[in-house]
């Protein structure tokens, strides 16, 4: 089994930084993928960026120049670095890992990113 806890949300203005933090735990030796995604009120979830056992990131087309994914494997955490903030990044930011055992993810519960103007 594995648990994700993400953390860093909060408030920021346009144009600032923010970076979430997704720790892992439990049978950590298993996984082979961990993503971000994104949700906003109304909205469907979206994928937002993912990184896998070899280090290959992957970024939504949308998102790419402003946001960065990397991890910290003696810490067992991905961070999410999103830079140049927009209101309309105001989402609910979730992580989800995916181990070799299984296809469906483990997800995290989310953290609140809220952008204003």
């Known amino acids: 089994q594995v648990h994700v806890v993400e953390s860093g949300g909060g408030l920021v203005q346009a144009g600032g930084s923010l970076r979430l933090s997704c720790a892992a735990s439990g049978t950590i030796f298993s996984i082979n993928y961990m993503g971000w995604y994104r949700q906003a009120p109304g909205k469907q979830r979206e994928w937002v960026a993912s990184i896998t056992s070899d280090g290959t990131t992957n970024y939504a087309d949308s998102l790419k120049g402003r946001f960065t994914i990397s991890r910290d494997n003696a810490k067992n955490t991905v961070y999410l670095q999103m830079n140049s903030l927009k209101p309309e990044d105001t989402a609910v930011y979730s992580c989800?890992?995916?181990?070799?055992?299984?296809?469906?993810?483990?997800w995290g519960q989310g953290t609140q990113v809220t952008v204003s103007s």
């Open positions: 989800a890992a995916k181990d070799r055992y299984r296809v469906s993810p483990y």
